[in-house]
C-alpha cells in the first residue's frame, strides 16, 4: 500500500491539485514520521509544526493553478534565513538568535506554495564536510545510523533519505550537497555560480557557495531548481537561463550521444580512493558506455597547487560569521582552528589565493569544455562511522580527513560549473555511494537530461531502494 512519503514531490502536488490529498493531510503526516523517526536520523534542528500547519491550512484556500510544488513540504538548512525562525548556523554561539529576515531563496519557494517543516542540521557554519554539532544529534545516514551523513546538507539528505520530507532545499560550498547526496543514495545538484541568488545579507564573494536542490528523483530536483533560480540587485554572478525555458524541459529528454571524460586520481596529493569508490566508478562507466556515450579516460584537470589556494580562501570564509568574544569558548575545536588561521591571513594572500583558483580555473576548462560531462567519484571512501573524523589528537588532523574524504566536489565550486551526484551504488553492506557528473558552466540542462536518462535506466528510486527505516 503506497504511503504518503512513497510519492515524489510532484506526485504529492498532483494529489493536491486532483483533490486526493490536501496540504494539510501530506504535512500531518511528515510530521508524525519527524516526530517518530527524526532523533534517530538527526535530520532537523527546529520543528515548526504548528506554523507549518498554518501555512498548511492557508494554502488550502488558494489557486494551485501554475505551481508546480504546491501543497509540498519543503524544509530549509539552518544555513538560510527564514523570517522569525529560530536560526543557529550549526553553532551554540547563535543560540537565540531570530532570523529577522527571509533570504530571498525562501521567499521563492514560499512563492511557490511549499510548507515549511523546519530547518534542517547543518555542522557549525557549514564548514565541515560532516554533520556533528553541539546543539543537537548528529545526522545520520538512514542506510546504517551508526554512520554519518556527510555535510554540510546532512539533515537535509537525511531528511529526504528518512522520508521525513519529499525533498530538500540544501546548499553547496565545497560539496555540501553532493557529498550528502551520495552518503544517503540521493540524486542532488550545484548549480552554476550566479544560479541562485544569496540575497539580501549573505554576499557571493568568491562565488564557491550555492543554494541548490536534494531530492530523490530527477524531476523533482529539476522543478525545485526551477522555482529556486533567480537573481537579485547586486548579484556578484549571473547564470544564463536554461535554452529549453526551464530546467524541468531537460527531464526525459534524449540527450543524444555525448562525449564524457572521466578521472579518478585526487587532487589532494595521498588522498585514497576506496576499493569500493571505485567499484561504483567503473559501474556508473558501464552504465553510462551501455546508454551510447563515449566515455574517454583524462588526467586530472586540476593539480595539487590548487590545494593550499583553496585553504586559504576556507580560513577565511571561517571568519564570516560573527562571534562574540564571550562566546568564543563555544565554537568546536575544527571552527575555531579555522577561525585562527583565517583571522591570521591577510587580506592580499587572499586575493592571491583567489586569483591563483580562477587561473587554474581557466586552463581546466580548457580541457574540460572539450565535453559534454565529466565523471567522477563524489568521495573517496563509503560513508564513515559517526565521530570518525573527529577521532583524532587534533582539530589539524580533522581538517585532512576531510580534504582526503572530499577532494573531488570542491573542484566545480572553484571552477562554478553545475554538478551533480548520481545514486547508482551500494556495496555489499548496504551503503550507498554516488558517483559525480560535472558539466559546463550554465548547463545544468545537459546534466538533468543525461542524468534522467540514467535513472530511466536503472529503474525509479534509483533501483526501488529504501532504507529500512522507510516504512
Not at 490529498?21 to 534542528?45: K, Q, W
Not at 547586486?234 to 530546467?247: E, H, I, Q, R, T
Request: with cysteine; charged share 20%.
Amino acid at each position: 500500500m503506497t504511503s504518503i512519503h512513497d510519492l515524489t514531490a510532484l506526485a504529492l502536488a498532483a494529489a493536491v491539485r486532483n483533490r486526493e490529498l490536501s496540504p494539510v493531510e501530506i504535512t500531518e503526516h511528515y510530521l508524525d514520521r519527524i516526530d517518530r523517526h527524526g532523533e534517530a536520523v538527526g535530520a532537523y534542528v527546529t520543528v515548526v509544526g504548528e506554523r507549518a500547519l498554518d501555512q498548511a491550512r492557508q494554502l488550502e484556500k488558494q489557486d494551485p493553478a501554475k505551481r508546480p510544488l504546491f501543497g509540498v513540504p519543503i524544509p530549509i538548512k539552518d544555513l538560510n534565513l527564514v523570517k522569525d525562525v529560530p536560526i543557529h548556523f550549526g553553532s551554540a554561539t547563535y543560540d537565540g538568535f531570530v532570523a529577522p529576515v527571509d533570504d530571498s531563496v525562501v521567499e521563492r519557494l514560499r512563492d511557490a506554495g511549499t510548507i515549511m517543516l523546519g530547518k534542517t542540521s547543518t555542522p557549525e557554519f557549514g564548514l565541515p564536510c560532516y554533520t556533528e554539532t553541539s546543539i543537537g544529534p548528529p545526522a545520520r545516514t538512514p542506510w546504517d545510523v551508526t554512520r554519518s551523513a556527510g555535510g554540510s546538507s546532512g539533515g537535509a539528505a537525511a531528511a529526504v533519505a528518512a522520508g521525513l520530507a519529499p525533498a530538500a532545499h540544501g546548499s553547496d560550498g565545497a560539496g555540501s550537497i553532493r557529498i550528502p547526496a551520495s552518503m544517503c543514495g540521493l540524486y542532488g545538484i550545484k548549480p552554476s555560480r550566479g544560479r541562485i541568488s544569496f540575497a539580501p545579507i549573505v554576499p557571493d564573494l568568491a562565488g564557491l557557495s550555492t543554494n541548490g536542490p536534494i531530492a530523490r528523483d530527477v524531476a523533482d530536483a529539476a522543478a525545485l531548481l526551477d522555482v529556486m533560480a533567480h537573481n537579485n540587485p547586486g548579484d556578484l554572478y549571473y547564470a544564463p537561463p536554461p535554452v529549453l525555458g526551464s530546467f524541468t524541459a531537460y527531464v526525459g529528454r534524449d540527450p543524444g550521444r555525448l562525449r564524457i571524460a572521466r578521472y579518478i586520481d585526487p587532487v589532494v596529493q595521498d588522498a585514497e580512493v576506496h576499493p569500493e569508490v571505485r567499484a561504483a566508478y567503473e559501474s556508473a562507466s558501464a552504465v553510462l558506455a551501455g546508454l551510447g556515450h563515449d566515455v574517454v579516460d583524462i588526467p586530472s584537470p586540476f593539480g595539487p597547487d590548487m590545494v593550499p589556494e583553496f585553504e586559504r580562501m576556507w580560513f577565511a570564509f571561517a571568519c564570516m560569521h560573527p562571534v562574540a568574544e564571550q562566546l568564543e569558548s563555544q565554537l568546536r575545536p575544527l571552527t575555531a582552528w579555522l577561525r585562527e588561521r583565517g583571522f591570521a591571513t591577510p587580506a592580499p594572500d587572499f586575493l592571491k589565493a583567489q586569483s591563483a583558483l580562477q587561473l587554474a580555473t581557466r586552463f581546466a576548462l580548457l580541457v574540460t569544455d572539450e565535453y559534454d560531462a565529466v565523471l567522477t567519484p563524489t568521495v573517496t571512501q563509503p560513508p564513515p562511522p559517526v565521530g570518525w573524523f573527529e577521532d583524532v589528537d587534533d582539530p589539524k588532523e580533522t581538517f585532512e580527513r576531510m580534504k582526503a574524504f572530499a577532494p573531488f566536489a570542491a573542484t566545480s565550486n572553484v571552477s562554478g560549473q553545475p554538478a551533480v551526484n548520481l545514486p547508482l551504488y551500494w556495496t555489499p553492506e548496504g551503503l550507498p555511494i554516488g558517483v559525480m557528473l560535472s558539466g559546463r558552466y550554465g548547463d545544468e540542462g545537459t546534466l538533468i537530461s543525461l542524468s534522467s536518462q540514467v535513472e530511466a535506466a536503472v529503474g525509479g528510486f534509483w533501483g526501488d531502494r529504501r532504507p529500512q527505516i522507510w516504512d
